[in-house]
């Protein structure tokens, strides 16, 4: 291969696209292919050398889910056993991408994100933020970084309760929390407590497991704010005031009382 040629090939001119994908990256801590292939690409193969691209210039790395869990030490031992992930549809040998180390020195952000503690909560998240950032109009979001930041300068945010993500519009303001274990009865009712005298006029709660649904009802009680969903169902919503409805018309409940 001529120099000429080889200079070309490793040239990479960065789209409009290429920024809204990292930012994305870089907002959700972690993603997978196939999250990344429904937001920003029509085709599968355009997704790979494109991302291969991002990799290859350090804008991105991956490693395989299973590398998030386990120590050196154990590594090559048990790798044909992973747990079921919560219907995600995750092998363990599948990749995850995140933005490079090194690269994300440069946004003088928060790295909470970055945490693999937390890969498996923002993979689930995506697939909530891909629907409801659909779904939800005229809104600016902001995720758990932002809030932090918003929390520490507004009256009636906390910065020590911060929903996952809060889509806002002048007076809405719609907490997103998912919730993937069980709390204690005393976290409920801070978080519960926060929640109804706080600035967000909407909070739903997306669950990961049906047993989740009867303690989340309970701490809500007659409270108008509150609806919930399981996260592979988002636009089937539970209110204690309202009953079974869809995620716009909670919206436009709350909206016209």
């Known amino acids: 291969m001529s120099p000429t040629l080889k200079h070309k090939s490793m040239d990479i001119r960065m789209l409009p696209r290429d920024w809204e994908l990292l930012e994305y990256v870089e ?3 972690f993603a997978t292919l196939s999250q ?10 355009n997704c790979s050398m494109r991302l291969k691209k991002l990799l290859a210039f350090k804008y991105l790395e991956k490693k395989p889910l299973f590398d998030f869990f386990i ?19 995750i092998s363990p040998k599948q990749q995850v991408y995140f933005i490079n180390r090194d ?13 693999p503690s937390m890969v498996l ?21 902001l995720n758990d970084p932002k809030l932090q930041i918003a929390s520490s300068i507004q009256i009636g945010r ?3 309760i911060v929903p996952d993500l809060s889509y806002e519009y002048e007076s809405i303001k719609i907490a ?4 993937r274990t069980v709390k204690g009865m005393v976290r409920y009712f801070h978080r519960f407590n926060f929640f109804r005298d706080s600035i967000y006029s909407h909070v739903i709660y997306y669950y990961t497991d049906e047993a989740q649904l009867k303690p989340l009802l ?4 007659s409270s108008r704010k509150f609806a919930f969903a399981h996260y592979k169902a988002p636009n089937e919503l539970y209110s204690n005031v309202y009953g079974p409805l869809r995620l716009n018309d909670f919206i436009h409940k709350l909206i016209t009382h």
């Open 218 to 221: 309970k701490r809500a009680g």
């Open 36 to 45: 990344l292939r429904k937001r920003f690409f029509n085709r599968k193969a």
């Open 71 to 89: 120590t050196e030490a154990k590594r090559g031992i048990g790798q044909t056993y992973f747990p079921h992930i919560l219907n995600l549809n």
């Open 121 to 141: 909560h923002q993979l689930i998240l995506n697939e909530l933020r891909n629907y409801l950032d659909q779904e939800i109009v005229h809104k600016m979001m």
């Open 176 to 179: 997103i929390e998912l919730e």
């Open 158 to 160: 906390n910065p020590e």
């Open 27 to 29: 907002t959700q801590g």
């Open 103 to 115: 690269y994300s020195k440069g946004f003088g952000k928060s790295k909470k994100l970055f945490k």
